[in-house]
């Protein structure tokens, strides 16, 4: 942007005291505030129209998988056994969520390793409550890697792809892009708060197994990935980190309610801040990508 220092946004002040009147009129930062954010908030909203184009053009050509919620079946000393789920049995709710479809099942599980999550199921007419806990298990995700996910041990019959008109294939890739959100927020959370290991962080050698790999798995898989990939940088360029777009978005929100900006120290420093933090989540995915291939 004309009138920054770098990549960063950041203001560069001795250019900036040096501009004519005219040249201001066309520099960033004595843009209207509104027009600051809407630019600023571009960047990961055509992350997440990407994403939605893509996955609209996938749901007409392809499908969208549409398996009933119904167990098809389920294993022995599982949790779902434990629990009282049997085959045939129609789940209506879990962990509090309405239950679509088998998918539903299958991601809210994944998300919610040892935690109670309390379930309601149709069974010949009658309506069936309790709880059941998803077990940490070992699993294989898309692309043949092992996966530590929670399972509460029922599968589903044939999965069916329904194609979709383009009205219908419109809203449900903005249910999909949501859901994926949803799923990154919740991780991230468990992350934080030490319910989920950090060592699921991916870095960009992880991400470019997992593109080298969709390759293999046909045209469908790689415009999945790209869907996924584009919507995971959309959100984490929302986070309010500074350096990031939601950084930016954050000072702009503290300008317009207090109707002046941050002092620049505090500016700077913030910056500084959200640096060290970049890096250092850089250095651990990156350490973590080592560990996965074994070279650490």
């Not at 002040?13 to 201001?24: A, D, P, R, S, V």
């Not at 843009?31 to 996938?58: D, E, Q, R, S």
């Not at 509090?96 to 999550?117: C, S, V, Y």
Request: glycine share 10%; with cysteine.
């Amino acid at each position: 942007m004309y009138g920054d220092a770098g990549a960063a946004s950041t203001p560069d002040k001795t250019k900036i005291e040096k501009m004519t009147k005219k040249q201001k009129a066309g520099a960033f930062h004595y843009k209207p505030l509104h027009a600051k954010a809407a630019v600023v908030a571009a960047g990961p909203a055509a992350n997440f129209l990407f994403a939605i184009v893509i996955l609209t053009g996938f749901f007409m050509t392809y499908g969208h998988p549409e398996s009933a919620p119904v167990i098809g079946e389920v294993l022995k000393e599982s949790a779902a056994e434990k629990a009282g789920f049997k085959k045939g049995d129609t789940v209506l709710e879990l962990g509090g969520d309405t239950i679509k479809r088998f998918e539903d099942i299958r991601r809210i599980a994944q998300l919610n390793p040892d935690i109670p999550l309390p379930f309601k199921l149709s069974r010949q007419d009658k309506i069936i409550e309790g709880t059941v806990t998803p077990k940490l298990s070992e699993t294989k995700d898309l692309f043949g890697n092992e996966v530590k996910v929670g399972l509460i041990g029922v599968g589903s019959g044939p999965q069916v792809f329904k194609k979709l008109n383009p009205a219908e294939s419109f809203i449900a890739s903005f249910t999909e892009t949501y859901n994926i959100c949803a799923s990154t927020l919740k991780a991230v959370g468990q992350m934080l708060t030490g319910r989920r290991s950090s060592s699921d962080l991916s870095g960009i050698l992880r991400i470019a197994q997992y593109s080298g790999q969709s390759t293999s798995q046909g045209l469908s898989t790689v415009f999945w990935f790209m869907a996924l990939l584009s919507i995971n940088l959309g959100l984490i360029n929302l986070f309010p980190v500074p350096m990031l777009d939601g950084g930016h978005l954050m000072y702009y929100a503290v300008e317009a309610a207090s109707g002046k900006p941050l002092a620049e120290k505090v500016q700077d420093y913030g910056f500084r801040i959200g640096f060290v933090l970049l890096v250092a989540l850089m250095l651990l995915a990156t350490f973590n990508d080592l560990k996965h291939f074994k070279v650490l």
